[in-house]
């Protein structure tokens, strides 16, 4: 018993390790894509479908999952929370690609990309331009998985 509780912390600090490893994910807020025939709901372009307000789908065969969000503005507009890998690091000869521990078909967020840096170097990112935030009153409920 003690061997097999001894296994489940070594698993779970491992795992916590990882998670640490993976890159860190990136979610901003944008105009949903709405059909004239269904104003009430988002337009998922990599389903051609529709979606209801609180739902998620994934952006496959992107690296992604998006939700569909009512705002709390007077009158509410559709949003779309999307959550990607964000942008590539900058170019560093120093930094590769893990290809072994990227898994481009998993799910969002296992199939971000993985990348193994000689010690001491360091992954550099572009910088991402901000967007005005949401006006006051907008905010993004929980989500809810589809």
């Known amino acids: 018993?003690?061997?097999?509780?001894l296994a489940l912390v070594f698993a779970a600090v491992f795992a916590a390790e990882k998670e640490e490893d993976r890159p860190k994910t990136f979610k901003r807020l944008i105009p949903a894509?709405?059909?004239r025939d269904f104003p009430g709901m988002c337009f998922a372009s990599t389903r051609c479908a529709t979606v209801e307000p609180g739902k998620t789908w994934e952006l496959t065969p992107f690296c992604g999952r998006s939700t569909c969000v009512l705002s709390?503005?007077?009158?509410?507009?559709?949003?779309?929370?999307v959550e990607d890998c964000g942008p590539?690091?900058?170019?560093?000869p120093k930094c590769k690609l893990d290809e072994a521990n990227t898994n481009k078909t998993a799910p969002f967020p296992l199939c971000c990309p993985n990348f193994v840096c000689e010690p001491g170097a360091k992954l550099e990112y572009?910088?991402?331009?901000t967007v005005a935030p949401l006006?006051?009153?907008?905010?993004v409920?929980?989500?809810k998985a589809s």
Request: net charge negative; aromatic share 2%; hydrophobic share 40%.
């Open 1 to 5: 018993m003690k061997i097999f509780v």
């Open 126 to 129: 572009p910088e991402i331009p």
């Open 72 to 81: 709390e503005d007077k009158p509410p507009r559709l949003l779309e929370l």
């Open 88 to 92: 590539l690091p900058l170019a560093n």
């Open 33 to 35: 894509d709405v059909l």
């Open 141 to 143: 409920p929980a989500q």
């Open 135 to 139: 006006p006051e009153g907008t905010t």
